[in-house]
C-alpha cells in the first residue's frame, strides 16, 4: 500500500523555522514526483512546488519562492519541507502528495497534512 | 498563466444531480484533475484526466472538460459526496506552475 505519513502538527514563534518530514512507502521513492501544497485554515489549497526525489530537481511556485525550501532524503524516502523566517501568516496545514506518473500528473496520494501553527 | 474558477458553493438534494464547474480559458486543452476534501481531512483524488475515475471511487461521479470549462457532476447525490471538491491543472506556460481552482462546497440539502 502506498502510504504518505507526514510528522505532527507544531506551534512555533514567529521568525523561527521549521523543518516538516513527508515519509513515503510502498513505492519506489525516487520515481515519483512529490507536490507541496498549502492550505490556510478554512480556505483552499496552495501549490508550493514540486520535487523529483530521484535528482532533487525542484520547482517551486512564483509566490512562495524564498519562503519554502524542499529536499528528499532516498536513503530513507522522505521528503521534506523546510519553512523559514515563519509568519502568523503561514498558520495553515501542509500537505504532501505524490504525483500519478509524470510531473504534469494528478496528486494520487496525499499525505494526512501537518498543520503549523506560528504564534508569539 | 492560468487562473480557475469555481462557484463557492453548491446546493443538490439527495438523490439529484450537482454539477460543479470549473472555468479558466483554454482549459479544454489541458488535463484537469479533480479532488474531493471532506471537514477534517486530506484532499482524495476523484478525477484525473478530465475524466478518469481511480479505483475505489464511486462511478456517480463523472468529468467533463471542453472549451473553457471543466464539469465535475455526481449523479444521485447522497449526504457522503457533501465536501469541498477542488480542479486543478498545471500550468506548462509559466515553467510547470500547479493551478487549483477556488474550490466548491457542495451541501447535500
Known amino acids: 500500500e502506498v502510504q504518505l505519513v507526514q510528522s505532527a502538527g507544531e506551534v512555533k514563534k514567529p521568525g523561527q523555522s521549521l523543518l516538516i518530514s513527508c515519509r513515503t512507502s510502498?513505492?519506489?521513492?525516487?520515481?515519483?514526483?512529490i507536490s507541496w501544497v498549502r492550505q490556510v485554515p478554512g480556505k483552499g489549497l496552495e501549490w508550493l512546488g514540486i520535487i523529483f526525489p530521484g535528482d532533487s530537481d525542484t520547482r517551486y511556485s512564483p509566490s512562495f519562492q524564498g519562503q519554502v525550501t524542499f529536499s528528499a532524503d532516498k536513503s530513507n524516502s522522505t521528503a521534506y519541507l523546510q519553512l523559514s523566517r515563519l509568519k502568523a501568516s503561514d498558520t495553515a496545514i501542509f500537505y504532501c502528495?505524490?504525483?500519478?506518473?509524470?510531473?504534469?500528473?494528478?496528486?494520487?496520494?496525499w499525505g494526512q497534512g501537518t498543520m503549523v501553527t506560528v504564534s508569539s | 498563466s492560468s487562473v480557475l474558477t469555481q462557484p463557492p458553493s453548491v446546493s443538490v438534494a439527495p438523490g439529484q444531480m450537482a454539477k460543479i464547474t470549473c472555468e479558466g480559458t483554454?482549459?479544454?486543452?489541458?488535463?484537469v484533475h479533480w479532488y474531493q476534501q471532506r471537514p477534517g481531512q486530506a484532499p482524495v483524488m476523484v478525477l484525473y484526466?478530465?475524466?478518469d475515475r481511480p479505483s475505489g471511487i464511486t462511478d456517480r461521479i463523472s468529468g467533463f472538460n471542453s472549451g473553457n470549462v471543466a464539469t465535475l457532476t455526481i449523479s444521485r447525490a447522497e449526504a457522503g459526496d457533501e465536501a469541498d471538491y477542488y480542479c486543478q491543472v498545471w500550468d506548462s506556460s509559466n515553467d510547470h506552475r500547479g493551478v487549483f481552482g477556488g474550490g466548491t462546497k457542495l451541501t447535500v440539502l
Open positions: 483554454g482549459i479544454g486543452r489541458k488535463s
Open positions: 484526466d478530465d475524466s
Open positions: 502528495a505524490r504525483h500519478k506518473v509524470d510531473a504534469d500528473d494528478a496528486l494520487d496520494i
Open positions: 510502498g513505492y519506489d521513492f525516487t520515481n515519483y514526483w
